[in-house]
């Protein structure tokens, strides 16, 4: 049986355990950064048997074949820093803007357990076939594991509550256990004992916000080590990978010496030096760099927010509406007192992007591990539209297009010890591929033009997966 990308529409019900040949394709290789010509892909439900030419791989008659002929063929992408228990809209952070007595943040958290199923349709419709949750709730570990069967969900990775060793958002304070995403920890042994409480709801990997209060940098980070080398001691023994938030080259630096396995963030406080990018590239610890996530407050808090084409064609409408609320509300002192202090503040996050883009760029060019990550779910930053606003300034940071795919598709998977499963078209990783209308190498933009998803042996097309 031989199928064409017209009959796409026919293939959503093929029988996953059958052997598929997917031929003639254009194979995007994120190991050797070369685009393979004629290559057929062989798989049967969600793995890759085999890979090789065309021409030295002879289809089965009576097999069931998709003809990649004309098209780029590609691993799926990996957004490798979200959050589902925030939402991207205005009210999602009331440690940052307290705007509770508008809607209680009880009606948030309903909302994003709801709607988390459309929010992970919105990420594969995109062609995201992995996102990696830096940070959730007890609650929403048990809510990942009610997707791991769905042909529309990607593949979730998701790290318990955040282990923080300053910062205490007193707002979530009043929640029930299993809807806490931060435990403030003031002693190595709390430390111990909040990150061997996660072990129960077997999260994929443990998270710690290194956040600084003092304006003395190097004292409160020292200050606070020992928080952070309990929990990377304490998860490691149990066979956990440990995500670090540190923004200051200090706190990533002591994070990476203690054996921090992946930095959420890029550093944003000085340029890096060779000392410290060779730190990285000895300990293998990948680096996420999140660049637009701080312009989605300022924009929002200035009511200066523009969607960008993403946003309108693939985010959620009614959290990007609420990113239009602040000059609406009937408290103009909050909307007045929020547009100023975004526009004071603005000036310094203009300094802090042009570092953060330096650093990018210094540490991609020597060899330094960068996966791509949004922080999606934070005040301005949408669930899977934000992806592409990532991309983009990644690219303006200098980074080559290869360099950008390849933090997108096999450094995601490295960024929590999962390379050997999947983010390459190799034999015995997963069958999660995008097939493309066109060269994502010679312009990014062609990302969006996406024909197909295959993912957990379906292959589906984007909008029979998006919610309207």
């Known amino acids: 049986m031989k199928y064409t990308f017209f009959l796409l529409a026919c293939l959503f019900t093929l029988a996953t355990q059958a052997q598929t040949y997917l031929t003639h394709a254009r194979l995007v290789d994120p190991i050797t950064q070369k685009i393979l010509p004629d290559q057929t892909i062989v798989y049967k439900g969600d793995t890759i048997l085999q890979v090789g030419s065309s021409k030295s791989i002879k289809t089965p008659k009576g097999a069931t074949v998709i003809d990649a002929s004309g098209k780029w063929v590609m691993p799926g992408m990996v957004d490798a820093h979200?959050?589902?228990?925030?939402?991207?809209?205005?009210?999602?952070r009331p440690d940052a803007i307290d705007l509770r007595k508008y809607k209680p943040y009880e009606q948030e958290m309903t909302w994003y357990k709801q709607h988390m199923d459309e929010q992970l349709r919105r990420y594969l419709a995109v062609g995201i076939t992995t996102v990696i949750d830096d940070g959730a709730t007890l609650a929403l570990l048990g809510q990942r594991d009610t997707f791991a069967a769905k042909t529309y969900a990607p593949r979730i990775l998701m790290a318990g509550p955040l282990i923080s060793t300053a910062y205490d958002p007193k707002p979530f304070d009043e929640l029930s256990d299993p809807d806490q995403p931060f435990y403030a920890v003031n002693t190595p042994e709390q430390a111990v004992k909040q990150t061997q409480k996660e072990y129960p709801y077997h999260p994929d990997f443990i998270k710690i916000w290194y956040i600084l209060l003092s304006g003395d940098?190097?004292?409160?980070?020292?200050?606070?080590?020992?928080?952070?080398?309990?929990?990377?001691?304490?998860?490691?023994?149990h066979g956990y990978k440990v995500a670090v938030h540190a923004t200051e080259r200090i706190t990533a630096q002591l994070s990476v010496e203690a054996g921090a396995d992946f930095l959420v963030h890029d550093v944003e406080d000085e340029i890096v030096d060779d000392a410290f990018i060779r730190l990285l590239k000895d300990?293998?610890?990948?680096?996420?760099?999140?660049?637009?996530?701080?312009?989605?407050?300022?924009?929002?808090?200035?009511?200066?927010?523009?969607?960008?084409?993403?946003?309108?064609?693939?985010?959620?409408?009614e959290q990007l509406a609420s990113l239009q609320v602040l000059s609406h509300l009937e408290d103009t002192a909050i909307s007045k007192r929020y547009k100023l202090l975004s526009s004071v503040r603005a000036k310094k996050e203009k300094t802090d992007d042009s570092v953060r883009k330096i650093?990018?760029?210094?540490?991609?060019?020597?060899?330094?591990?960068?996966?791509?990550?949004?922080?999606?779910?934070?005040?301005?930053?949408?669930?899977?539209?934000?992806?592409?606003?990532?991309?983009?300034?990644?690219?303006?940071?200098?980074?080559?297009?290869?360099?950008?795919?390849?933090?997108?598709?096999?450094?995601?998977?490295?960024?929590?010890?999962?390379?050997?499963?999947?983010?390459?078209?190799?034999?015995?990783?997963?069958?999660?591929?995008?097939?493309?209308?066109?060269?994502?190498?010679?312009?990014?933009?062609?990302?969006?033009?996406?024909?197909?998803?295959?993912h957990r042996g379906m292959l589906t097309r984007p909008d029979t997966i998006r919610p309207r």
Not at 219 to 230: C, S
Not at 289 to 317: C, K, M, N, R, W
């Open 359 to 454: 650093n990018l760029k210094k540490m991609a060019d020597a060899g330094v591990i960068i996966a791509t990550g949004t922080d999606a779910g934070n005040i301005g930053t949408l669930h899977a539209s934000s992806f592409f606003k990532e991309l983009r300034a990644m690219q303006q940071a200098g980074l080559t297009n290869w360099q950008i795919i390849t933090a997108s598709t096999i450094n995601g998977a490295r960024a929590v010890g999962k390379a050997s499963l999947f983010g390459s078209i190799q034999p015995g990783k997963a069958a999660d591929l995008l097939i493309l209308n066109a060269d994502p190498l010679a312009d990014l933009a062609n990302l969006r033009k996406l024909e197909g998803v295959i």
């Open 283 to 317: 300990h293998h610890t990948v680096l996420c760099p999140t660049l637009v996530v701080v312009s989605g407050y300022f924009d929002t808090f200035s009511q200066h927010y523009t969607p960008t084409a993403e946003d309108v064609a693939i985010g959620d409408p």
């Open 82 to 92: 979200v959050h589902f228990f925030q939402t991207g809209g205005l009210y999602t």
């Open 217 to 237: 940098t190097r004292a409160a980070a020292e200050k606070n080590l020992p928080l952070v080398k309990a929990t990377i001691e304490e998860a490691h023994a």
